[in-house]
């Protein structure tokens, strides 16, 4: 699409003007409200997936008797193919039109989704666990573009406020949905869901999309290698983070590989997209100082909102003994918030600088982590509620200004690029805070177990004093030596010990990071609203906010 064609599908709106008040007000259409609700659903049902799967992966390993490290898989094979098909994916919204790219996408997500339910076959799960990522990576970028195309600019806040719920809620209800599907029905059925939501989706989609023709201009001068060389570089990247907790990281060869042949081919991505008279992606958008350190906040973001996700859940079952069925409810204290306060952001950031509500949100996340340094084995649930608080309220908060950053403030050449950008690091961020936190953990819980058994070893320290303690205990209530049941009762407790102060680690290190975050944001060019709203409009270069 050119850009005088995105201008004119691209209707401006005065931060003043009386339709700005309401959200989604101003005259839109029936149609041009299912198309957004259309593509903020698949957004939905593709990051809700992958979060359910992740919570059924255990007794997925079971039905098909197969190990961890073949189960690992079937969340590696979705990841890469999601990455890969991104590029390709916003291409073809722009040549082919959204509705022809996003309705097969659908349709397809849909029917991969039932058929995983009943597949007998890990081979062929894995097969249709890639068809998932493939038809989700392609579902995900159409939102962006369906609300710069069907809103006006305001009324692109409420949409991006949706794009921030559900894109983190799933994080939040999949625990309780994989829970409540597992109790009551079959582990299998955690793909309809998914399925159900993307069928109805592509449904409303044939209706809310309007045919429009294709944008032939587009292919006289194709940029191929713009579009393959990204997809197989950070796949190559992604195959490498995903697999690298599993394998030691580096000191895997196969994980050096991967990551080395998906570092030259992004390299070689960067030079042909520098001498291409006609890119597929503009690389120069990087220049743009509010946009790159939008997305390096994002990508931090990212990485500790996953490493939380996972360390929490792993906590309450590996400490707690606790089933899914068992903690899923108290993770709605934090889907609420999530629920309300993006709405909320919308008017935060209509009154105030963008950038301190990103501070903000920033902040209360660093909070809640500074909450689990105090982390202790005989935490109750109950205990754990701030935390899941502070995270709700901080992620309500987050997404709609750092969103507005990293798409309104671009002029419209540019943001096919940002759409790709903000969806790798969405993808990579994600992977990279799983591999981080479980390589983080293990590393953590030799630490400490070392540290504990030398002070054991030792007769000093805390642990010689609980042995000693514990053996004179048994003594009083047993005839033999009472000393190796002591030194084996002990010997449990600093291994569970190791562990929660591991998870203390994990607390203390995503909370530096997003302190670290936090003080980025100096580094943003100060925008109002309304330069974001009015500014930016039909420039052929980026804005000035350069490096």
Request: glycine share 6%.
């Given at each position: 699409m050119t850009s005088a064609q995105s201008a004119e599908m691209t209707p401006s709106l005065a931060v003043g003007d009386a339709r700005a008040v309401a959200p989604f007000s101003g005259g839109l259409s029936i149609r041009q409200r299912a198309a957004v609700g259309a593509a903020v659903a698949c957004v939905f049902a593709a990051v809700l997936q992958a979060r359910l799967t992740s919570f059924a992966l255990a007794d997925l390993q079971g039905a098909f008797g197969v190990g961890p490290d073949e189960a690992a898989w079937l969340n590696t094979v979705f990841a890469v193919a999601e990455v890969m098909a991104i590029p390709p994916a916003v291409w073809l919204a722009g040549v082919l039109s959204l509705r022809?790219?996003?309705?097969?996408?659908?349709?397809?997500?849909?029917?991969?989704?039932?058929?995983?339910?009943?597949?007998?076959?890990?081979?062929?799960?894995?097969?249709?666990?890639?068809?998932?990522?493939?038809?989700?990576?392609a579902l995900i970028p159409m939102a962006m573009p369906t609300f710069r195309r069907k809103l006006p600019n305001m009324n692109r806040l409420y949409a991006f406020a949706l794009y921030g719920i559900v894109a983190s809620v799933p994080i939040s209800l999949a625990p309780l949905i994989e829970a409540w599907i597992v109790e009551n029905g079959s582990f299998r059925l955690v793909f309809v869901p998914p399925a159900v939501i993307a069928g109805v989706a592509a449904l409303v989609g044939?209706?809310?999309?309007?045919?429009?023709?294709?944008?032939?201009?587009?292919?006289?001068?194709?940029?191929p290698l713009g579009l393959a060389l990204p997809s197989i570089g950070l796949g190559a990247v992604l195959l490498?983070?995903?697999?690298?907790?599993?394998?030691?990281w580096f000191a895997s060869r196969w994980v050096i590989g991967m990551v080395t042949a998906g570092l030259l081919v992004l390299v070689a991505f960067i030079r042909h997209e520098l001498a291409h008279p006609t890119p597929a992606f503009r690389l120069d958008v990087f220049t743009n100082r509010n946009f790159t350190v939008a997305i390096v906040t994002m990508a931090l973001f990212r990485i500790s909102l996953m490493m939380?996700?996972?360390?929490?859940?792993?906590?309450?079952?590996?400490?707690?003994?606790?089933?899914?069925?068992?903690?899923?409810?108290?993770?709605?204290?934090?889907?609420?918030?999530?629920?309300?306060?993006?709405?909320?952001?919308?008017?935060?950031?209509?009154?105030?600088?963008?950038?301190?509500?990103?501070?903000?949100?920033?902040?209360?996340?660093?909070?809640?982590?500074?909450?689990?340094?105090?982390?202790?084995?005989?935490?109750?649930?109950?205990?754990?509620?701030?935390?899941?608080?502070?995270?709700?309220?901080?992620?309500?908060?987050?997404?709609?200004?750092?969103?507005?950053?990293?798409?309104?403030?671009?002029?419209?050449?540019?943001r096919s690029s940002a759409v790709v950008v903000v969806n790798f690091v969405r993808l990579v961020g994600g992977s990279a805070g799983v591999s981080v936190v479980g390589t983080l953990l293990t590393q953590s819980?030799?630490?400490?177990?070392?540290?504990?058994?030398?002070?054991?070893?030792?007769?000093?320290?805390?642990?010689?004093?609980?042995?000693?303690a514990k053996t004179q205990q048994l003594a009083a209530r047993t005839s033999g030596d009472a000393a190796p049941l002591a030194l084996h009762l002990v010997r449990g407790v600093v291994r569970r010990e190791s562990l929660v102060?591991?998870?203390?680690?994990?607390?203390?290190?995503?909370?530096?990071?997003?302190?670290?975050?936090?003080?980025?944001?100096?580094?943003?060019r100060p925008v109002s609203l309304e330069e974001l709203m009015t500014g930016t409009q039909g420039r052929a270069e980026p804005p000035r906010d350069r490096f």
């Open positions: 022809r790219t996003f309705v097969p996408a659908a349709v397809a997500f849909a029917a991969v989704s039932l058929l995983a339910v009943r597949v007998r076959d890990f081979e062929m799960l894995l097969v249709l666990r890639a068809l998932q990522g493939l038809s989700g990576g044939v209706w809310g999309f309007p045919r429009q023709p294709v944008n032939w201009s587009e292919l006289r001068h194709p940029d490498g983070i995903e697999q690298a907790n599993r394998l030691d939380v996700a996972w360390a929490i859940p792993d906590f309450l079952v590996r400490i707690q003994s606790l089933r899914p069925i068992d903690f899923a409810s108290v993770f709605l204290s934090m889907a609420v918030p999530q629920l309300v306060l993006p709405f909320v952001a919308v008017h935060l950031v209509r009154r105030f600088d963008p950038r301190l509500t990103i501070a903000a949100a920033l902040a209360l996340q660093c909070a809640a982590c500074l909450r689990g340094l105090a982390l202790d084995a005989n935490w109750a649930l109950d205990e754990l509620w701030p935390i899941f608080v502070l995270h709700g309220v901080g992620q309500g908060l987050f997404f709609l200004p750092i969103l507005s950053l990293l798409s309104l403030n671009l002029d419209v050449p540019h819980v030799h630490f400490h177990h070392n540290v504990l058994n030398e002070h054991l070893a030792s007769g000093a320290g805390p642990a010689a004093e609980r042995l000693v102060l591991a998870y203390s680690d994990v607390f203390l290190m995503v909370g530096a990071g997003l302190l670290g975050c936090v003080l980025l944001q100096t580094l943003l």
